[in-house]
């Protein structure tokens, strides 16, 4: 009889240690992990994130995280972007070059990517990394960090006083 309980308690501590939330699993676990490391965040319409991330020197950068997944084969992964700037089409010529350098040389969880808009005849230059929907809570912290960072530093290239 007791070693029927044994079993069973063992068989439930298996199930339960199998069962690992982690913060990007989705919407509600996001929200906990979130709430749970007190950051000030919304949702927008679509259910995406929008977080504010204090940097070491009191500045705000703002960081979201994407509600929807995207997958390579089996693999989830959720996207968490930063935006760096909006700059002219020249403007983003000459920064291209330097922008392939520093994903080569500096970025380590992410890098950088641009989107247009030719209506508006801008491109949208954005800091992206790409989690596995298992990843670790502080790698997500480290992710939040770097894309926060990262497109601080890239707006005070841009909007820096000459």
Request: a negative charge.
């Amino acid at each position: 009889m007791k070693i029927r309980h044994v079993y069973s308690i063992l068989g439930l501590f298996l199930i339960l240690s199998s069962c690992k939330v982690t913060p990007l699993k989705d919407s509600q676990t996001i929200e906990a992990y979130l709430n749970g490391q007190g950051y000030d965040y919304s949702v927008d319409a679509e259910g995406d994130f929008k977080v504010k991330i204090v940097l070491r020197d009191n500045q705000t950068s703002t960081v979201w995280i994407r509600k929807d997944l995207n997958y390579s084969g089996d693999q989830a992964v959720r996207e968490i972007f930063s935006v760096g700037a909006y700059l002219s089409e020249e403007e983003s010529d000459y920064l291209a070059g330097y922008l392939l350098q520093d994903n080569f040389h500096t970025r380590v969880m992410g890098s950088w990517a641009y989107i247009s808009n030719p209506e508006e005849q801008q491109i949208l230059v954005m800091y992206l990394v790409k989690l596995p929907q298992q990843a670790e809570p502080s790698f997500v912290e480290e992710a939040l960090r770097e894309a926060a960072f990262a497109a601080n530093v890239m707006e005070s290239v841009v909007h820096r006083e000459d």
